[in-house]
């Protein structure tokens, strides 16, 4: 394991290099590890394992859509896709990758067939952190780990794809046959991770919780909303109050940000920009602060948790998560990014 220092503070992370694949199919050459779910994560993680070379099985609903995508995407019926059940049976590994709140509903199942020396791992600390509110509590004789990639599953499968890799966290939680942390590391290179870092089930189910909801996916989407409506109430035009919003980021800013950094993206752009961007970032920051304080004692506290079990408990939940993306998609600032989307070259061509 390497201690890197990361802007002045050092932590253990794992690497491709002290931790080759083949090191991590030596480790795993036992074991029939079962991916329990296929949505997002499952499949990103259940391609990329068996690209790497390692015995992996799919464990699905039987006549569901995932099922039908398991089957297009080579899994077969019988050798190695199941029903959750089989899957749970086979499986020395189980990788519990049903929806957070699915994996309620579905945890006594899973725990019958929790023999010991299993490994029970997750992408998320959530069940197990919020244990009072999900009833999660996995017997001792059994590892719990977690690898949490630090990105959509389609992202982790398609940089995969492009040699590329996702960063993900790493915890053990319960370290029943001796052999977790080499069972959790070479789970992790796997399925694709690019670099782990270390953590626990409940930091990263608290860090996760609220970038999400902060500025991965919901602040931004706020910030976004705000400057957009503000330019329309000036009378800017949709196009230009878009452009100067969001397409000029995702195309122009943050790739820059991405490469080398936000000061090397600011000093790509002009000195009247740097001027007002460096006045400014403070207001922003101290604008929002209280709300990102609010959101992470809301973590903290669980009712995030809660929250998110109570909607996506519900049968019709997909349905509803639908309907208030189709508001999303069909506001004024997003059918113009749609438009704004259409007249990339790129997408001119036919
Ligand atoms: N979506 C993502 O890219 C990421 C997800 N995670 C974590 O990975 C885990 C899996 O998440 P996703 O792939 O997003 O899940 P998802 O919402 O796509 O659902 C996965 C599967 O669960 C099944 N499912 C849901 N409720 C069920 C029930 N009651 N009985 C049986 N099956 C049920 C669905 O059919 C689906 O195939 C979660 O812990 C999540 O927090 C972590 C990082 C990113
Ligand atoms: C993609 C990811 O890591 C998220 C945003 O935390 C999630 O999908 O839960
Ligand atoms: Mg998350
Ligand atoms: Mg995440």
Redesign the pocket.
């Known amino acids: 394991m390497a201690k890197i220092n990361f802007g002045g503070t050092e932590e253990n992370v794992v690497t491709r290099e002290e931790f080759p694949l083949k090191k991590a199919q030596d480790v795993l050459k036992e074991e029939t590890i079962a991916v329990i779910?296929?949505?997002?994560?499952?499949p990103?993680q259940a391609l990329n394992l068996k690209d790497n070379g390692f015995n992996v099985i799919v464990g699905?609903?039987e006549n569901?859509?995932?099922w039908d995508k398991a089957v297009a995407d080579g899994w077969k019926p019988g050798k190695t896709l199941f029903p959750?059940e089989e899957a749970l049976d086979k499986g020395t590994i189980i990788q519990?990758?049903?929806?957070?709140?699915?994996?309620i509903?579905?945890w006594p199942t899973v725990e019958k067939y929790l023999k010991p020396g299993k490994a029970l791992y997750?992408?998320?600390g959530?069940?197990v952190t919020y244990k009072e509110r999900t009833g999660i509590i996995p017997p001792k004789d059994v590892d719990v780990i977690l690898v949490?990639?630090?990105?959509?599953?389609?992202?982790?499968r398609r940089m995969f794809l492009e040699g590329r890799g996702l960063n993900s966290s790493y915890a053990i939680f319960q370290d029943a046959t001796g052999k977790a942390f080499d069972r959790v590391v070479a789970l992790g290179i796997g399925v694709g991770s690019g670099y782990l870092f270390e953590t626990t089930f409940q930091k990263e189910v608290f860090s996760?919780l609220t970038g999400e909801r902060g500025s991965l996916m919901g602040a931004i989407q706020g910030i976004f909303a705000a400057q957009y409506e503000v330019l329309r109430s000036n009378g800017h035009s949709p196009s230009e109050a878009f452009n100067e919003t969001v397409e000029e980021l995702t195309q122009s800013l943050m790739p820059l940000v991405a490469e080398n950094g936000m000061d090397w993206m600011y000093a790509n752009c002009s000195t009247t920009a740097q001027r007002g961007a460096l006045d400014w970032w403070k207001k922003f920051r101290d604008a929002s602060l209280p709300v990102f304080k609010d959101l992470y004692s809301e973590v903290a506290k669980g009712n995030e948790a809660q929250r998110s079990i109570d909607a996506n408990s519900q049968s019709d939940y997909r349905v509803k998560l639908e309907e208030e993306l189709k508001e999303l998609r069909e506001s004024e600032m997003w059918n113009a990014g749609a438009a704004v989307r259409q007249l990339r070259p790129e997408n001119q061509k036919k």
């Open positions: 779910g296929y949505g997002v994560q499952g990103g699905q609903r569901s859509k995932s959750i519990y990758l049903l929806s957070d709140a699915g994996q509903a579905v997750f992408s998320h959530f069940g949490a990639p630090k990105g959509s599953g389609t992202s982790l996760d």
